[in-house]
């Protein structure tokens, strides 16, 4: 009984925490953030193109805003099929980002006929015989048909 007692107090003494909790609660600054980032939103107004007819490059951008946070502007694309895509759109806090996009031009495929090689199809013999073996056979069932089947 005496070794049961030596033995939980021995345990009971390795068990408990070696080192004390920390007595700080951690680093808090004292002071106050020298700047106010509660800026109004300037009213902005730009443009921009871009037009290379050797690299078939056309397209432009343009966008207002009033500074309350109501944006509209469009933007064109010059389509490979010849088209020229155009999206307007307006974006504000209430109805969010609002596209209408339209398309105008026909489009244009340019014809070109189909690959037709100057030379003849090359002809392919083969070099040896086709194989000459008899088609596999496989015995028939040895269980007989089901003769139950649905019923309509």
């Given at each position: 009984m005496k070794g049961f007692i030596l033995v939980a107090f021995i345990?009971?003494?390795?068990?408990?925490?070696?080192?004390?909790?920390?007595?700080?609660?951690?680093?808090k600054p004292d002071y106050k953030?020298?700047?106010k980032s509660d800026h109004a939103p300037m009213?902005?107004?730009?443009?921009?193109?871009?037009?290379?007819?050797?690299?078939?490059?056309?397209y432009n951008h343009q966008e207002t805003s009033d500074g309350n946070g109501y944006v509209k502007g469009s933007y064109q694309t010059l389509l490979p099929d010849g088209r020229v895509q155009t999206?307007?759109?307006?974006?504000?806090?209430?109805?969010?980002?609002?596209?209408?996009?339209q398309y105008s031009g026909e489009t244009?495929?340019?014809?070109?006929?189909?690959?037709?090689?100057?030379?003849?199809?090359?002809?392919?013999?083969?070099?040896?015989?086709?194989?000459?073996?008899?088609?596999?056979?496989?015995?028939?069932p040895a269980y007989r048909a089901p003769t139950y089947g649905p019923k309509y």
């Open positions: 345990s009971a003494a390795c068990a408990a925490p070696q080192y004390p909790k920390p007595s700080y609660s951690g680093y953030p020298s700047y009213p902005y107004d730009f443009a921009w193109a871009v037009k290379d007819d050797y690299t078939y490059n056309d999206v307007t759109y307006t974006a504000d806090d209430y109805t969010g980002y609002v596209a209408d996009v244009k495929y340019d014809y070109k006929p189909a690959y037709k090689p100057s030379y003849p199809a090359p002809a392919y013999k083969p070099s040896y015989p086709a194989p000459a073996y008899k088609a596999p056979s496989y015995p028939a």
